[in-house]
């Protein structure tokens, strides 16, 4: 399967701990986004990337979070000192720059539940 | 600032019946993209249909078409025929072609129950 790939599925932690996520992209995609989803609403965009450089992040992504995707491929999703208001559904998405509609393609998600 | 707005939280269709979710939204911008995803209980966003702001056509694929009325600033989402499969969350959303990026910008979702 060459879709969009996410692990952890589920990540139960206790707050004040840190966490790690990790997004695979289709392959040959050059942009990768990070988006969070909170129950019951649309997601949110956190930031994104084009090859290796992060070239935007939304305000909600406080100096807890970072994000790098180091050679171009895979990224990963840091929170550190976690607290209950970053429980969420944190989506992966990545998508063809030269695409017309450039359509992004998500991948399943990480749901994290912070106690 | 972008707006998508969703104005059914819910709503209930019977199988093989048409059913069509509202979508409206604010930009400033005369260049915008419109898209609808579908996101069942497993998570993961499913892209469905793409509509961009010059399209002169509806766009169609398979059984959604989106009903894109520029003027009113609508791009509701028509599912026609529903299947049992179709039950899930639909969200609506907006890109920005000259924002970097082209992030997207979703609305509140709307929950569709396919009854048998």
């Known amino acids: 399967d060459t879709g969009v790939s996410q692990d952890p599925r589920h990540k139960i932690t206790k707050r004040g701990q840190n966490v790690t996520f990790r997004c695979d992209p289709i392959?040959?995609?050059?942009?990768l986004y990070w988006y969070r989803q909170t129950l019951g609403q649309g997601p949110e965009f956190l930031t994104y990337?084009?090859?290796?450089?992060?070239?935007?992040k939304s305000r909600l992504l406080s100096d807890r979070f970072s994000a790098e995707r180091p050679k171009g491929s895979f990224s990963t999703l840091e929170i550190q000192r976690t607290e209950q208001g970053d429980s969420a559904m944190y989506l992966c998405?990545?998508?063809?720059?030269?695409?017309?509609?450039?359509?992004?393609?998500f991948g399943p998600g990480t749901r994290l539940t912070v106690l | 600032a972008q707006k998508i707005t969703q104005t059914q939280p819910g709503m209930f269709v019977q199988e093989k019946e048409a059913v069509t979710l509202d979508c409206t939204y604010d930009?400033?911008?005369?260049?915008?993209?419109l898209f609808w995803y579908k996101q069942p209980s497993s998570g993961e966003m499913i892209f469905l249909i793409y509509?961009?702001?010059?399209?002169?056509q509806n766009a169609t694929e398979g059984r959604y078409s989106l009903n894109f009325q520029k003027a009113r600033k609508s791009a509701n989402l028509v599912i026609s025929a529903s299947q049992l499969g179709d039950s899930a969350m639909y969200f609506c959303?907006?890109?920005?072609?000259?924002?970097?990026?082209?992030?997207?910008?979703f609305g509140g979702g709307t929950r569709v129950l396919v009854k048998p």
């Open positions: 930009t400033s911008d005369p260049s915008y993209g």
């Open positions: 959303a907006m890109r920005d072609i000259k924002a970097a990026g082209n992030k997207l910008t």
């Open positions: 392959s040959e995609h050059n942009r």
């Open positions: 998405a990545s998508s063809l720059l030269s695409a017309p509609s450039n359509e992004q393609f």
């Open positions: 990337f084009q090859n290796e450089a992060q070239l935007e």
């Open positions: 509509q961009g702001s010059y399209d002169q």
